[in-house]
């Protein structure tokens, strides 16, 4: 195959990518990890495109030609490592410890692809150019589904404390590149899988960049936006929310700097975070407003989540008061907030009364 013939045949698949990297460039949400990340995979993603037309063209040889094993040993190595990379994206911290683990099996499997036509184990060919299958001939789909798997338990990780919708849209993305690989396998044997890695890959940054968009940069937590989109999307399944307010934050900022009216609210968050369970959801609503959303749970469960929090908290060198609501037949979701809105500011004066009665000077925000 020749250059052109190449360009036209992968025309689609070259301008999607050139264009997510274009986008990137401007993209305010994204850190700069994340764009390094995508760049990584759209550049194997051409390699092993290039990869597999090359290994096409060596097929049409009369004689075996050494760089057909090689290619196709790259082409087996490469379908894991993006999806390796891609497990990354939603990696808060960074590439984690375990990641050395996390590699083990492509790093073991890289000598039995890579020899495998000389010890016959994976795939191999005759001198006649024809294709010839050893003991090991499903491990490069075995492989492949070893990390499909690994990706889409990060994704149920990184978006279990978000909106059903979010982990709707990410089911729906891994699901339908699954999909695509199972219909190559069983229909179309032989067939570069770099046009389904190209469309999941652009689905997934959409729905990652929507998600981040959403998202409050400082804690992490979902932003007002999203607060106020799930109320609307899931006002069938709320059954309670909670108010909470973070106290003496104007006071930190004031006399101590932002610096440090920023860690507080990272610590506090971090709290509300951990102590939710996976069917309430944490909101920073404003400056030192925070709201949770609590779906098929009971006044005993967000007492509970509330009393739990409160105890965290004495670990930490803050306050926060907290309000919570019922949503039935007579009180909608919106009542319920401004219910919850004012027995946390009922919460707050008890405490502020009950802090300067053992002579603790406070500096609530009226």
Known sequence: MGFVEYILENFSMIYELIGLVVILGVSAHLSERMKKLTVTVV????????????????????????????????????????????????????????????CIPWLVSLPLFFFSQWTHLVVWYHESNHFAAGPLRYLPYALFGFYIIIFAVQNVRYFKSYSRMNMAASRYIVLGAIAGVLLYFFFDGYKDYSAIFTSSILLYYVLVYIHMAKMDPLTSLPNRQSFYQDMVMESQNIT????????????????????????ALEVVSGVFRRDCPHNCTAYRVGGDEFMIICRNTNEFDIRSIIVRMREDLKQTSYICSFGYAMCNAEISVDEAIRLADARMYENKNAIKKELAGQGIEVHFRD
């Open 240 to 263: 309670g929310v909670i108010s909470i307010d973070m106290n003496e934050l104007k006071y930190l900022n004031d006399n101590l700097g932002h610096e440090a009216g920023d860690m």
């Open 43 to 102: 550049v194997l993603l051409l390699i092993e495109s290039a990869i597999f037309s090359l290994e096409k063209w060596t097929q049409t040889f009369e004689k075996l030609s050494l760089l057909r094993p090689i290619l196709t040993a790259c082409l087996y190595s490469l379908y894991p490592l993006i999806l390796m990379i891609m497990t990354l994206l939603t990696e808060n911290s960074g590439i984690p410890r375990r990641s050395w683990l996390f």
